[in-house]
């Protein structure tokens, strides 16, 4: 099993920045590719970014690419999506999983988290 923990939502203005984190624990993190997934209200859980278990390969939605940035401390156990330039639009529940395999999948991810709410006002 591995535990998720994510923290660092809240509310912001457009155009703001806030860098969510996620703690892990458990079996070891290191063995795990990890992803930011977000759901809005009414919509669907969607795939925003992943990181391989060393940090060398990155994966991210098209939606995000060049405002996102994810990465990960193996010796912390925790990972981060440092988000800048926010608009209205990524309103929503962010999620971190983890998975055996770098994927963009939901299916793919065997653990998640609780979720940590981020707000991005106009």
């Known amino acids: 099993q591995v535990q998720l923990v994510e923290s660092g939502g809240g509310l912001v203005q457009a155009g703001g920045s806030l860098r969510l984190s996620c703690a892990a624990s458990?079996?070891?993190?290191?063995?795990?590719?990890m992803g930011w997934f977000r759901q809005a209200p009414g919509k669907e859980r969607e795939f925003v970014a992943a990181?391989?278990?060393?940090?060398?390969?990155?994966y991210y939605a098209d939606s995000v690419k060049g405002r996102f940035t994810i990465s990960r401390d193996n010796a912390k156990n925790t990972v981060y999506l440092q988000m800048n330039s926010l608009k209205p639009e990524d309103t929503a529940v962010y999620y971190c999983?983890?998975?055996?395999?770098?994927?963009?999948?939901?299916?793919?991810?065997?653990?998640w988290g609780q979720g940590t709410q981020v707000t991005v006002s106009s």
């Open positions: 990181i391989s278990w060393s940090g060398g390969i990155t």
């Open positions: 999983a983890a998975a055996p395999g770098l994927g963009w999948r939901l299916d793919e991810y065997d653990y």
């Open positions: 458990g079996r070891t993190f290191n063995n795990y590719a």
